[in-house]
């Protein structure tokens, strides 16, 4: 017997001799060896940053116009944004106005000859608005909107119109290319392609909004939506700039209808999982989309630029840090989807219930798929019940009639241990290694965080499991699948993960929004596609003899025992010649089969099905996410956490569909995982934060009391903990001076430096920062001879403030009476503010339109003056004007206010006057005449700017760069 053994050992090894090279190569590659799951982990890896590169890069996925009408649309709004970039151009800044005009010329020559074509400019004061913004609030808006808004007429006047939006004003401290010159730019560009060399007038009307003071309350929009142009809308595309340079991204759409028709695009770039992001609140930024979105109730897109951050708002978004390749993947959209509309579409005739369904899309390599929230409801419900149902006869079949796979307690439980105490290790090593000691690291070195807590994560699962196995090797038995249990325990995961995922989109809404969410049915898909391969492997497998306790073969294998099927000098930890058995134990079985009946290749199936696409999917999004919020990290310590957290979730995630094959990683990976872990964990400790690439962002405002003295002081704000205060102690006014840099927390990991500064801001025209700068002249005041002591009481004030556009007051009741103890009106002051139209009015001696019989809301009264009544009372005003000199005619009633002054309630004392606290802003930093007109400069920030080391940028504080304030009672 043991002759005819060796008789078919010689002759199974000599069957090998004699196999093909081509078979040798296939088995060699294929085979469950370590050294082939090595060369398909690099080879995943590879794919996954090549294949994510070129996706999300703007050099190589979109090339320049060839068509010759394109090309010079291109170059026509490259010139435009060259001018738009020229100075920093806030609303409140002459600058602003030589935008305005700039682009009301090139607008005006665009549709000279073209009859369908008209414009409209709102500085004929028609488009004035009074309105409480947020909603809910007590802060009541004036604005005076100069919008340059063009219609181009379609020949079909029974189509309803398509909207394109942008906003031609920036921050004080910004050139605003991206945010939004882009924007402007690529709408010229689109002006241009349809009125410049053809005559062909679009069939859909387009009307484009270059609109105004978007950055600080997103005026323009809101102003809009009360023109004539509007009533015509139903679509619109909103362009703008969250970020600076790259590609142009599709943030968020209103409904599923109006993103899917994205896919005209012939570059779309997006991924709801932004949407998402926005929705919830995890983006802090804001575009006019919530405007026509909210409270215009159309449909359309977001479309931005969204990287990077640490350039956004600051003096370094200006030409040098975008390109003509930016510009044309905008404009490339917004021709595209404007063209795309120009037939009949299904959203003109849809019913409206259909418009309220959400979108959850991506797009991959230039091409776009979008699909609704109920569709994917169905979808995932059906895949929630039919994977259970077919995965659990293979189950069956394999446990109670094939009895051909063991399974143990152990083998059960492991992965689960390890995967959860290795969540806790990663957590450990963020917080000690990263976050105690180089907190402000995600700034500029994001990738090294990621790629060193993958090999952390991994390395630790690593040492669990193989740990596990040593320690209860005992327990290691034959026809034992380690690599499909994994499988099968994620899947369940997945499988978890989507019941959630599910419900929240059926019941989706903003706020509590998970369209970001895709990913999940795709890996919980390509999990479960995996599990199958492998239980199906295992059903069609011989089922096993039963043997007793004393047979070798239901026995604990030594390790290093040789395997059946191995050639000869391969060791078993090399080849898995079981059938779904990836132990490195070899096997003993009474009738050895065939060598080929050995081999394992269902392994690399699994691995092909489950891998790489997993491994695209997970980074790219993550990549996308943590790309475009590790610079926020400078914004706040809530951002911080977000930011730390979701790093370890994005490693987590990614590593998961790796783990499985875990067991067979080789001392190659094992070698570089420990190297990564090791250096990366140097490197995060002893790289800089902050370099000229990834600078430190510190917000700027130069500020005055005018009631307690003339002299300015400089605040910045910045993160607790960052180089903010040894940058300000090294400028020259600071140190010359012999003062030290003040700094106070003002919560959630921010805090305010400041410093007296003798470097005053000009304002063009002899005017001085001195304390005649805000004169505040009280025109008419009821508490002055009682005349409503028992009602509204009534006041009339003129605000002299010189070349100014920006005002914002905050009311409370006299500082005189602050020692009393407790309010019992808790409602804000102020019931009713009046903007007295001068022009129409006179002199303001005239008696006005009795306000108690206005309505709560805006109004108009008799003398064309505009009226804003709220029963809870308004607390604060923010004040938008476009004539530099004109005062700010302002009247308000206000109910007086009873308060109590002892124990006793009836011991109280009623309040009569009214504080007011008037705070006026400048925004420039420009020369002190631009094209003829005054500017402001600004000393301070200019110093600043020039000796603050390379990696600091500077950005506003508020709405201006110097700000002086004035308190009053009436």
Not at 509 to 528: A, C, K, M, N, Y
């Amino acid at each position: 017997m043991a002759e005819a053994s060796r008789d078919e050992s010689s002759s199974l090894r000599s069957s090998q001799s004699r196999t093909n090279p081509f078979v040798k190569l296939v088995r060699s590659t294929f085979g469950y060896r370590k050294t082939s799951l090595t060369f398909f982990i690099l080879l995943t890896f590879l794919f996954t940053f090549l294949t994510s590169h070129y996706d999300n890069d703007l050099e190589s996925s979109v090339p320049l116009p060839t068509n010759g009408l394109e090309q010079e649309s291109l170059e026509y709004a490259w010139k435009a944004l060259q001018v738009i970039g020229r100075y920093q151009h806030p609303y409140g800044s002459p600058s602003n106005d030589f935008v305005h005009d700039s682009l009301e010329s090139s607008i005006k020559e665009a549709i000279a000859s073209k009859k369908y074509a008209e414009y409209d400019n709102d500085l004929n004061y028609t488009n004035n608005i009074l309105y409480r913004f947020p909603a809910g609030s007590n802060v009541v808006h004036y604005y005076e909107s100069n919008n340059l808004v063009v219609r181009i007429n379609g020949t079909d006047p029974s189509l309803p119109a398509l909207l394109l939006s942008s906003h031609y004003d920036s921050v004080p401290t910004s050139f605003g290319i991206t945010d939004d010159g882009v924007g402007v730019a690529s709408m010229l560009g689109l002006l241009h392609y349809y009125t410049h060399h053809s005559t062909k007038q679009p069939l859909r009307t387009i009307v484009l909004n270059f609109n105004n003071d978007e950055e600080f309350g997103l005026y323009g929009a809101s102003s809009f939506l009360n023109h004539p142009f509007f009533k015509d809308i139903a679509y619109f595309l909103n362009l703008e700039g969250t970020g600076a340079g790259g590609k142009a991204f599709l943030f968020r759409g209103t409904d599923y209808g109006i993103v899917n028709h994205f896919k005209k695009v012939r570059y779309p770039y997006g991924n709801s999982i932004f949407q998402q992001g926005f929705d919830n609140g995890l983006i802090h930024s804001e575009t006019d989309f919530k405007i026509y979105k909210e409270n215009g109730g159309i449909r359309g897109l977001d479309v931005a630029f969204y990287k990077p951050r640490d350039i956004y708002h600051t003096t370094r978004d200006d030409i040098r840090h975008t390109g003509i390749k930016s510009l044309w993947h905008m404009l490339s959209i917004a021709l595209d989807f404007t063209e795309g509309l120009q037939t009949e579409i299904d959203l003109d005739v849809e019913a409206p219930e259909e418009s309220n369904d959400f979108a959850l899309y991506f797009s991959f390599f230039n091409h776009f798929v979008a699909f609704s929230t109920s569709k994917i409801v169905l979808v995932n419900t059906i895949l929630l019940v039919l994977v259970p149902l077919i995965s659990i006869p293979f189950l069956v079949v394999i446990f109670q009639y094939k009895h051909n796979w063991n399974l143990s307690f152990v083998n059960v439980l492991k992965f689960p241990l390890s995967f959860v105490l290795s969540i806790l290790a990663l957590d450990i090593f963020v917080d000690v290694a990263v976050v105690s000691q180089n907190p402000f690291i995600a700034n500029s070195s994001v990738v090294l965080l990621v790629f060193t807590s993958l090999a952390v994560f991994l390395l630790v699962n690593y040492v669990i499991l193989n740990g596990i196995n040593w320690v209860f090797k005992s327990y290691n038995v034959i026809n034992h699948d380690e690599k499909l249990i994994v499988n099968i325990e994620i899947s369940i995961l997945t499988w978890l993960a989507l019941i959630y995922s599910t419900y929240k989109l059926s019941t989706n809404r903003i706020g509590d929004d998970h369209t970001g969410e895709l990913p999940v049915t795709i890996l919980f898909v390509l999990q479960s596609i995996g599990s199958l391969l492998g239980l199906i492997g295992w059903s069609f497998k011989q089922g096993k003899h039963d043997v007793s306790k004393d047979d070798e073969s239901s026995q604990p294998l030594l390790d290093g025992q040789r395997t059946y099927g191995t050639q000869e000098g391969e060791s078993n930890d090399e080849l898995d010649t079981s059938i779904g058995n990836d132990d490195t134990s070899s096997l003993s079985f009474e009738h050895p089969l065939p060598e080929s009946k050995f081999r394992s290749y269902d392994w690399s199936i699994q691995f092909l099905f489950i891998v790489p696409l997993s491994s695209l999917i997970i980074y790219n999004s993550g990549y996308l996410i943590l790309d475009g919020l590790n610079k926020s990290i400078q914004e706040s310590l809530k951002a911080e956490k977000l930011i730390y957290l979701f790093l370890q979730l994005f490693v987590i995630i990614w590593s998961i569909p790796f783990l499985p094959f875990i067991f067979k990683f080789n001392r190659i990976i094992i070698a570089l995982l420990l190297v990564f872990s090791v250096t990366g964990a140097l490197l995060v400790q002893n790289s800089d934060a902050f370099d000229i690439n990834n600078p430190l962002k510190l917000r700027f405002i130069q500020t005055v009391d005018l009631n307690s003295s003339t002299q300015s002081h400089v605040k910045v704000l910045g993160r607790i903990d960052s180089p903010m205060r040894a940058v300000l102690n090294d400028i020259p006014s600071v140190k010359n001076s012999g003062q030290t840099v003040s700094c106070s927390d003002v919560g959630d990991g921010l805090e305010e430096c400041s410093y007296k500064s003798d470097l005053a801001p000009a304002f063009g025209e002899k005017h001085n920062f001195t304390t005649d700068l805000i004169d505040i002249h009280v025109v008419k005041n009821s508490t002055a001879n009682n005349d409503y002591p028992f009602g509204l009481l009534s006041a009339e004030i003129k605000i002299h403030v010189p070349k100014n556009r920006m005002c914002n007051l905050r009311f409370n009741f006299s500082e005189s009476n602050s020692i009393f103890a407790s309010l019992i009106n808790t409602d804000a002051p102020v019931k009713t503010f009046i903007w007295y139209n001068d022009k129409k009015q006179g002199n303001g001696t005239e008696k006005h339109a009795d306000t108690l019989a206005i309505p709560e809301g805006f109004s108009v009264d008799k003398d064309g003056n505009y009226v804003y009544r709220l029963h809870d009372g308004i607390n604060a005003l923010n004040l938008n004007k476009l004539d530099w000199d004109k005062d700010y005619h302002l009247g308000f009633q206000w109910l007086p206010d009873l308060v109590a002054t002892g124990s006793n309630e009836f011991d109280s004392e009623l309040i009569l006057k009214l504080g007011i606290q008037t705070e006026c802003f400048w925004a420039d930093l420009n020369p002190l005449v631009i094209d003829g007109k005054a500017a402001s400069h600004v000393p301070a920030l200019e110093e600043l700017v020039h000796y603050s080391p390379v990696y600091v940028s500077w950005a506003n504080r508020d709405r201006g760069l110097v700000s002086a304030s004035k308190y009053i009672e009436i």
